[in-house]
């Protein structure tokens, strides 16, 4: 049967006996190959990616996290663009005009496919964390924080992951 995927967010369940029932998925997914089993019984041994993403997706839901599932090839919309990446359309519109996120043009309607917004994304945190680093270089160079070098080092961490240069979830 094929269907379009569309991007799909899901929430980590919050009753106690669903988020059990993902800690047990967790655990036997922990086994190097899994199998599904269908309502009819139809039993399907699941490849070795699709087991990888599961694995994935089970542990970000462990972890609390909600889970976005979209082919990386998706066209979003310049509102669903900009909302993925946390800023406003015009924002977004201006990067588009700049060249610094390539798109496409359906009629007059501008799509921006899923990859190249995780390209940018990832960019862009690369140059915050060399910011962040080259300000923490200055930083230490002027003895700004001589004295408070531990304190100065949970900040830096603290703006790390503020600023999207954290572990992604």
Do not use: C, N, W
């Not at 379009?4 to 190097?32: G, I, K, N």
């Not at 993403?53 to 089970?58: A, F, K, M, P, S």
């Not at 201006?94 to 610094?100: S, V």
């Amino acid at each position: 049967m094929a269907t379009a995927l569309l991007a799909t967010t899901t929430l980590p369940p919050e009753d106690a006996p669903a988020r059990e029932s993902v800690h047990r998925l967790a655990a036997a997914l922990e086994q190097p190959t899994a199998k599904l089993v269908a309502p009819d019984g139809t039993t399907v041994e699941v490849p070795s990616p699709v087991h990888e993403i599961l694995v994935h997706v089970v542990e970000a839901m462990e972890a609390g996290h909600a889970i976005t599932v979209a082919p990386v090839e998706q066209r979003l919309t310049t509102s669903q663009a900009a909302e993925f990446l946390g800023i406003s359309r015009p924002t977004l519109v201006k990067l588009l005009d700049d060249e610094r996120i390539p798109y496409e043009r359906v009629t007059r309607h501008r799509r921006i496919r899923l990859d190249d917004l995780l390209r940018f994304r990832d960019l862009r945190r690369t140059e915050r964390r060399a910011s962040l680093d080259e300000l923490t270089r200055e930083a230490q160079a002027d003895g700004l924080y001589e004295d408070a070098a531990e304190e100065y080092a949970e900040a830096l961490r603290l703006a790390r992951r503020t600023s999207g240069g954290g572990p992604q979830g």
